[in-house]
């Protein structure tokens, strides 16, 4: 698995390389910690079924 992946910060308002923080396997799958390098951001995703940096609002 990657250590590395371009996203979108919302506190950075650009896309950033985020880091890998932590990974651990549970029962849906491998839940993996992102932060940005930046600022305190953060956002998790689960075997790509659960992602919660997908839930930020770009409109504003």
Known sequence: MS???DHYCPNC??????YRSASTTMHLGT???WHCPDCEYGFVRIDG???TG???D???
Do not use: G, R, Y
Request: glycine content about 0%; overall charge negative.
């Open 58 to 60: 770009t409109s504003a």
């Open 13 to 18: 308002d650009d896309t950033k390389t985020f």
């Open 54 to 56: 997908a839930a930020v």
């Open 31 to 33: 839940k993996v910690k």
């Open 3 to 5: 250590m590395e992946l």
């Open 49 to 51: 079924d659960v992602d």
